[in-house]
């Protein structure tokens, strides 16, 4: 059975704006989006930072219905496949570029090597893109699990999924209070919030240094390329 493990805590990670950026994907996100739903979309023409993709797409559509009627889970599984298969191919070709941003690599690298400490990712992506934006800059090996877009369309929600799957596969129940998110938008923030998770917010996404600060993050730091300021702010040592 398992148990409250006070000594381990959750470190959940987002990924765009994050630990990376990645170029040309605004266009295979239209194009899959089309091809699934037959509706066509701008992904230019909203600010989709911090939100879920199946929220993106309800908010594209802006009211208009899919050629099937609905956003339906089918369709959302299928979208995800598509649009992961589409990346993938991106990224081979170089049409798509993605991009560790600094200090991310040698930070990961530090906490993987902790013991009272497992990874995970909170992300709007879905589970499959996630994957794909990860492996194309080698990272992917650090996160086994967390919370994505293709669980729910509603951010505040994914912690929580993340650390119910983070504590069946350590089988410990890790505490939220214990735990920290590090993200780029005010949507990160609130997501931990929602579950009473610290929150240490970068500025290496699309929202300024003044947004974030407004937001009111337990730390804001504007970047991680300085490992062991970082490493304090996440374990909440400053
Ligand atoms: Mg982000």
Known sequence: MSVPDPSRRAILFDIDGTLLRSRGSAAIFDDAMESVFGIRGD???????????????????????????????????????????????????????VWALPGVAALLRELSRRDDALLGI??????????????????????????????????????????????????????????????????????????????VLVATGQYTHDELVAAGPDVLLEDLSDGERALRAILGEE
């Open 122 to 199: 909170v992300t709007g992506n879905m589970r499959a893109t996630a994957r794909i934006k990860l492996g194309a800059v080698g990272l992917q090996g650090y996160f086994p699990d967390g919370g994505y877009g293709s669980d729910s369309p509603v951010r505040d929600l994914l912690p929580g999924v993340a650390l119910r799957r983070m504590s069946q596969r350590a089988d410990v129940i890790l505490d939220a209070r214990r735990s920290v998110m590090i993200g780029d938008t005010p949507h990160d923030l609130s997501a931990a919030r929602a579950h009473g998770v610290r929150c």
């Open 43 to 97: 992904l230019g023409s909203i600010r989709p930072d911090g939100m879920t993709d199946p929220d993106i797409l309800a908010t594209l559509m802006n009211g208009r219905s899919p050629v099937h009627g609905a956003i339906t889970p089918r369709l959302l599984a299928k979208f995800e496949v598509r649009l992961a298969r589409a990346l993938a191919d991106g990224v081979a070709r170089g049409d798509v570029s």
